[in-house]
């Protein structure tokens, strides 16, 4: 690839860095192509490319409170794993890989057939419950669904649980942007982390 052709991706690649970060695309895909429309290219930067542009103008733009929340929504989602232990929770996302920027929630994996059971745990505990909705993907051909629960913390950082079912439990999926297994971290690997490498990172090298 020439010079120009590498110039012309790192600007597409930071283009659709911008639109995502700025909240204008939430798709990797749709800022993308709206990035390569921009500049006339006829190719597309790949998710890692733009993945890395984002945490840069993350590190840029918010500095020494990014490292700071980081480990507050680490903390905070310990609490919500704790209060959630009995379904397997799992935290996954920009909080356990260390990437959040400032629109970051929580994400957290939990394995139960019976959404409303999830529900219902997080209520008793006094979690305020935002929304609840059912998900379906495609990949490769195949239909999933996973059932979404929104909710907000205390200190108004907000989460997002999504509940599979039992029998999906035991399946690693491979993740879209990085391209490794989504292996998260359970309750004791979480507590680890924040105990010896608070600000550790869980990216490919």
Known sequence: MDTTSVSLREKVAKEAAN????????EFKQAKLKAAKTFGAHFLPTNLEVAL????????????ARQERLVKMRQDALILMHI???????LIGSV????????SDIDIAVCHNEPADVMDTLRR?????????????????????????Y????????????VVQSSEASRKEK????????RGLNIKELER??????LQRVVPS
């Open 193 to 198: 982390m924040l105990r010896e490498n608070p």
């Open 19 to 26: 639109l995502i970060y700025a909240g204008i695309e939430k």
């Open 125 to 149: 505990s006094g979690v305020k419950l935002v929304q609840a909705e059912r998900v379906t993907v495609t990949k490769k051909g195949k239909r999933k669904g996973s059932f979404h629960i």
């Open 53 to 64: 542009e984002i945490d840069r103008l993350a590190e840029e733009r918010e500095g020494s």
């Open 151 to 162: 909710v907000e913390l205390l200190d108004k950082e907000k989460a997002e649980i999504k």
């Open 175 to 182: 993740c879209g942007i990085y391209g490794d297994q989504i």
């Open 96 to 103: 356990w890989r260390g990437t959040i920027h400032y629109a």
């Open 84 to 90: 959630l232990k009995e379904h397997s929770p799992l």
